[in-house]
């Protein structure tokens, strides 16, 4: 029996370092499952529309792979997308399908959800409106506005119909005149962010505030 245990021990010591590698490896490579919860993005929006509302941000993806490879993966690695280039104004019923989420080799996608979204458009339409001034502080004591100026004095809004339906003007960001003696001129932007407008055309006016004495003669 002893020189059964002790003949050729380098070969058994080698065949057990290899039995021990060998059951590492098969169970690195055993399947494994986790979840992952990421940023689900909106690709090629037809230019001629806009997401109405806050359709979904996220969505819960649950990927089997090894545990080797399982042991390596981040979020920062996967990513969602839905393509919007056949959308339709309306309603819209996307699938979200394996092939919209990115993964590394070797992970795949078992399930996801939400595995469906519903993602309302409208079509964008726009609208001509006058453009006014809000202004901020008053001028000089014995000094008063005189007359203010806007150019161009109307811009184009794009928005949906319900949104352009009830607005028929514009403001500015507020100018400030506190303490002003002498005329003002400045570049201000269209103040669209208390608007869900998409944009103005153009965004941004010249404004004078003309400033002139309250005493007689001047």
């Known amino acids: 029996m002893k020189e059964f245990f002790f003949k ?29 919860l990421i940023p689900l993005e909106f690709r090629d929006l037809p230019k001629d529309m806009v ?10 993806v649950r990927i089997l792979a090894s545990k080797k490879g399982i ?14 280039s056949m959308a339709k104004q309306g309603v819209n019923n996307f699938i979200i399908a394996s092939r919209d989420i990115k993964t590394p080799t070797g992970a795949e996608i078992i399930k996801t959800n939400p595995s469906s979204i519903l993602i309302h458009l409208e079509t964008v339409v726009t609208k001509l409106v006058p ?18 100026s806007i150019e161009p004095d109307s811009v184009v809004l794009f928005g949906t119909q319900s949104e352009l339906n009830d607005i028929n003007d514009i403001y500015t960001e ?9 005329n003002k001129t400045t570049m201000l932007h269209i103040k669209l ?26």
């Open 51 to 60: 997401i109405i509302g806050k359709p979904v941000q996220e969505v819960e």
């Open 193 to 218: 962010a208390d608007t869900e407008l998409k944009k103005a055309e153009p965004d941004v006016v010249r404004v004078k505030v003309s400033i002139a004495s309250m005493q007689r003669g001047k």
């Open 71 to 84: 042991s390596k993966l981040s979020p920062m690695q996967l990513s969602a997308s839905v393509d919007l």
């Open 131 to 148: 453009v006014k001034v809000k202004l901020s502080g008053s001028p000089a004591g014995g000094f008063h506005v005189k007359d203010i």
């Open 174 to 182: 507020p100018v400030d005149i506190a303490g002003i003696k002498a």
């Open 8 to 36: 050729n021990k380098i070969l058994k010591i080698m065949a057990l370092i290899f039995a021990i590698a060998l059951w590492i490896l098969v169970e690195g490579e055993k399947k494994t499952e986790v979840g992952f």
